[in-house]
């Protein structure tokens, strides 16, 4: 297990790494603004240089500063071991951005908005492959999601919208044009590594089911339903656990899984769409 987890570390760092490379060497110099909270650190550290005389207040700082406290409020709302993955890929971005140096590779802005938004595209899509996200943006629309019951996407489109709008202003018309291209990049390569806003339902059948299911909800806030079965040709009592989650938890249930019951069988399948209140942590 403490395999597992050390390269868990690693493939957030390598993300990351990939994240730092794709603002210091494409994003920063053209004026390219990245998605979420990095976008957003982007723009403060703008405000903060050429208007407010600020030469401290970096992108990697910025960042930093920006994710405290929504770490603390993922902490209670989201799910301890997906925050605390989440805040080791903020750290170890805002550590890479302030040690890597700012490059200009090149003079043309749509070679900065592609190749960026691919390399930040397939740092953050390895990233939530392995369980954890960017932190920022991610944490917050999983929040307004499970208050509102609604897609975490249309919050996002939110976020985002705000950037572009921003990139505009401060800028050009013309980045804003470009940062949605590499916003729109990024998204596409992000979906080719991992779908982020899809639900999946999980089957568990278990001879452990109240440790199973207290392990679950000492992790991340989900409703269970606990159905009594029976198997077919041992005729032995179990329990079966049923309970819809979204794919960020994934790598988190079967670590669960292995440790509490690694006898237990699970079925895992995709979720068409979920009516009801999929919010709720009972």
């Not at 730092?20 to 723009?43: E, H, K, R």
Request: a neutral charge; hydrophobic letters at 50%.
């Amino acid at each position: 297990m403490f395999l597992m987890e050390a390269k868990r570390i690693f493939i957030v760092i390598i993300g990351a790494v990939l994240n730092a490379i794709a603002l210091n060497f494409f994003m920063i110099s053209a004026n390219v603004y990245a998605s979420g909270f990095t976008g957003m650190a982007q723009i403060l550290t703008t405000v903060s240089q050429e208007y407010l005389g600020l030469q401290f207040a970096s992108t990697g700082l910025i960042l930093l500063c920006l994710n405290i406290p929504v770490a603390i409020l993922g902490w209670f709302m989201v799910g301890k071991g997906f925050t605390i993955y989440s805040f080791v890929s903020v750290v170890a971005t805002s550590f890479f951005l302030e040690v890597i140096p700012i490059i200009e590779i090149s003079s043309d802005i749509m070679l900065n908005a592609v190749f960026g938004g691919v390399i930040a595209g397939v740092g953050v899509g390895i990233t939530l492959k392995w369980g954890a996200s960017t932190g920022g943006s991610d944490i917050i629309a999983m929040i307004l999601s499970r208050m509102k019951d609604k897609p975490i996407g249309g919050y996002l489109m939110i976020i985002n919208g705000f950037i572009i709008m921003i990139a505009g202003v401060l800028n050009e018309p013309e980045n804003a044009l470009y940062t949605l291209i590499g916003l729109y990049v990024t998204t596409r390569v992000i979906d080719g590594i991992h779908t982020r806003h899809e639900k999946i339902t999980a089957m568990i059948v278990t001879k452990k089911a109240d440790e199973l299911q207290k392990a679950i909800h000492d992790t991340m806030v989900r409703g269970i339903t606990i159905l009594p079965v029976k198997g077919a040709y041992t005729k032995e009592d179990k329990h079966m656990l049923y309970l819809v989650i979204t794919r960020y938890e994934l790598y988190d249930l079967e670590r669960i899984i292995r440790e509490v019951d690694e006898n237990a069988f699970a079925n895992v399948i995709q979720t068409a769409g979920v009516y009801g209140f999929f919010r709720r942590n009972d």
